[in-house]
């Protein structure tokens, strides 16, 4: 059984392969980059490696909510690149007993932005796809 990472953006659950995952840190400063795409905050140097780093909030088009301590950075290894997910707060390991196709009829939907939605007794997590939400080259605003 497939294992999830659970987040929280705007308090709501999202989830996201726990094989794709390197690593979880806290936010540290990102340096900005001119003109990137709205969702790309900026970079940081994780040991040496310059991490591009995308804030989930923006990317679906959420309010962005003050800093807080709970803020963490999730760190995905893809084939093509690493890249840091800036997520309102980490919350644990999950796996589902159920995973069901993605509503129709949303945005994120429409754009591919999520793979199915997972189910755990009356639980409901929305998985993310990973390669759409890292197609840093195709979406724009």
């Given at each position: 059984m497939m294992k999830y990472i659970e987040i929280e953006l705007n308090e709501k659950p999202y989830a996201l392969p726990l094989s794709e995952t390197q690593e979880i840190i806290r936010?540290?400063?990102?340096t900005e980059i001119p003109?990137?795409?709205a969702y790309v905050c900026g970079v940081i140097n994780l040991r040496g490696l310059i991490v591009p780093v995308v804030d989930l909030r923006e990317r679906f088009h959420m309010p962005n909510p003050r800093t807080s301590n709970d803020m963490r950075i999730v760190?995905?290894?893809t084939e093509a690149e690493v890249v840091g997910l800036l997520v309102d707060r980490v919350v644990k390991v999950s796996s589902f007993g159920e995973i069901l196709p993605p509503p129709s009829g949303t945005d994120?939907?429409?754009?591919?932005l999520l793979a199915g939605v997972g189910r755990?007794?009356?639980?409901l997590v929305c998985l993310l796809d990973l390669n759409r939400l890292l197609d840093l080259?195709?979406?724009g605003r």
């Open positions: 936010l540290q400063p990102i003109n990137a795409r760190i995905v290894k994120a939907v429409e754009r591919g755990s007794n009356e639980d080259g195709g979406e």
